[in-house]
């Protein structure tokens, strides 16, 4: 007589992530995200998120689902409506990567049990386990700040963590049919594939400061296109059209706009299939070298210390008032007018020599 198959009752464990804001922290909280995989590579890791992320989260594998979100005007219809969600979900650990009151809240009302987040904005004791604001916040780049806190994570359950203090590895896997869509997106927009294909990130969603000027982008565009004979796309979001335009308008040669053209998931695979991406302090340029694109980024009014996109080159000159943080330069925006684009231009023509 066979012996009898014993059922397990055990359940999988269900870990929500809550994704961070904007589009440059995802990507420096993607070495956080591998760690929690590490740590529990049985449990079922779902990434809370805004609609946007998935074009950057779609084809990793150390997730094996995004649940998605969209603000609307009404914060009390977003927590109840994000609340629903996750409580029918019956998630059994929340870690929180934003340090908003609005996302410790949510991960309460749907009562999941251990709730793991920052001592920030009020929230801690809607937190099963706050932690403390490192005292090097400000000194040692962001992608530590949530590894940090998985850190803390694996203490808890396991005693001791294995998160090593070397700079991590932000790689970003894009899919063959994605990078396929990317290069017919190319082509139909007259680019010509068999020469180097440079892409230049003219604006800032969140920061009139952070943009190099449109006319130094325009002479850079001219130079990459005269001496180089390369493409030049320019790229950004909806929002940052005017200043691509501006930028074309100011240029001898053409560069080819894509900026709101694509969605920011086709966007991701053009990155990769690009040669080079020269870009003001955003988004796009922490995507690019994760995705394996060279990437120069100007710097001006923000700490490359703490927010430099990990794998890319930067440029930038040292002047008394910077880092100042602010959005909009109150004097005369000298961290950015005393950059070249000559000295760009060569800057970018050794990081793309055979």
């Not at 995200?33 to 998935?54: Q, Y």
């Not at 991701?268 to 394996?292: C, F, K, R, T, Y």
């Not at 040292?318 to 943080?325: E, G, I, K, R, Y």
Request: net charge positive; charged share 25%.
């Amino acid at each position: 007589m066979p012996a009898k198959v014993k059922k397990t009752t055990e359940k999988k464990q269900k870990i929500i992530i809550r994704g961070t804001n904007w589009v440059g922290d995802a990507v420096m909280s993607i070495p956080a995200l591998r760690e929690l995989r590490r740590i529990f590579p049985d449990a079922f890791l779902t990434l809370h998120t805004r609609t946007w992320a998935k074009g950057i989260f779609c084809d990793v594998d150390f997730l094996d689902e995004i649940l998605t979100f969209d603000k609307t005007d009404s914060k009390i219809s977003d927590t109840f409506a994000q609340t629903k969600l996750l409580k029918k979900n019956d998630f059994d650990l929340a870690v929180l990567f934003p340090n908003s009151f609005e996302s410790a809240l949510v991960a309460k009302l749907a009562k999941i049990p251990k709730r793991f987040g920052y001592a920030k904005e009020g929230r801690s004791f809607l937190l099963t386990n706050s932690i403390e604001i490192p005292e090097w916040k400000n000194e040692r780049h962001e992608v530590f700040y949530y590894l940090n806190l998985v850190s803390e994570i694996e203490k808890s359950y396991i005693g001791k963590t294995l998160i090593s203090e070397n700079l991590p590895n932000i790689d970003l896997q894009v899919s063959e049919e994605r990078r396929a869509e990317a290069r017919k997106i190319l082509e139909e927009n007259g680019v010509d594939l068999s020469k180097k294909t440079i892409a230049l990130g003219v604006g800032s969603t969140n920061s009139r400061a952070k943009r190099w000027q449109a006319e130094s982008f325009a002479k850079l565009n001219n130079l990459l296109q005269n001496d180089l004979g390369a493409n030049v796309l320019l790229v950004g979001a909806k929002d940052e059209i005017d200043v691509s335009n501006e930028v074309f308008e100011n240029s001898q040669q053409k560069p080819i706009i894509l900026t709101g053209k694509t969605s920011l998931s086709q966007i991701v695979a053009i990155l990769a299939e690009i040669d080079l991406l020269v870009s003001n302090d955003m988004g796009l340029a922490h995507i690019a070298p994760a995705v394996g694109t060279k990437t120069l980024v100007i710097f001006g009014p923000t700490n490359e210390k703490t927010t430099r996109p990990i794998g890319s080159e930067i440029i930038r000159k040292t002047v008394d008032c910077a880092p100042c943080m602010l959005r909009d330069c109150p004097i005369d925006h000298r961290c950015m007018t005393q950059i070249s684009a000559e000295e760009v231009f060569a800057k970018a023509k050794n990081l793309i020599k055979p």
